[in-house]
């Protein structure tokens, strides 16, 4: 038996600059972003930079829209993309201050503020908000999925400094 494979070669073209133009120019025209500053003195206490809330949307000729919103801190004249959620939070675990320490529950409460500022919650979700300590962590609950509650783990050396920063959606389970 014998196969034979069917080989393709698509070669992509230069557009035109005229229809280049044309494009951009549309493009341009549906796309809107909207920049807004975080303001808060607790962030200043928490971390380095500024924090800035930016929604990204593109309309379509249908009336229809779709919009993103992304967290950036400028620090030292550079752009940091913020996590939103995942494993690790190493940009913002980057950007905690050297100076500040999650040893209390005022500590905690200041660091909560933050998360609130950078991560606002849903107002549908917040009877869950709490925060709390076990052993070396912090846990910042911000809602439930089934029985385990969700929310931010800090994870703190033996001199309470932020040394990991994360989100699970079964953060304590029971």
Known sequence: MTLSFLSINIIAQEIPEKDNSLLDTFIKSKISIDKTQIVSDTLAKVFNGTFYKVEAGFSFTDETSSYTNYIFNIKDGAIFLIESRPDSMNTLL?????????????????????????????????????????????????????????????????????????????????
């Not at 503020?113 to 076990?134: F, G, S, V």
């Not at 931010?152 to 079964?170: A, C, F, G, P, R």
């Open 94 to 174: 980057s950007l905690v201050r050297k100076d500040f320490y999650l040893k209390t529950a005022i500590n905690a409460k200041v660091f909560e503020t933050c998360l609130d500022k950078i991560y606002p919650m849903n107002d549908m979700h917040m009877e869950y908000k709490e925060h709390l300590k076990i052993a070396n962590k912090w846990y910042f609950i911000r809602d439930k999925f089934f029985d385990s509650k969700s929310g931010y783990i800090v994870t703190l050396d033996q001199n309470s400094k932020i040394t990991k920063i994360s989100y699970s959606m079964e953060a304590i389970q029971k």
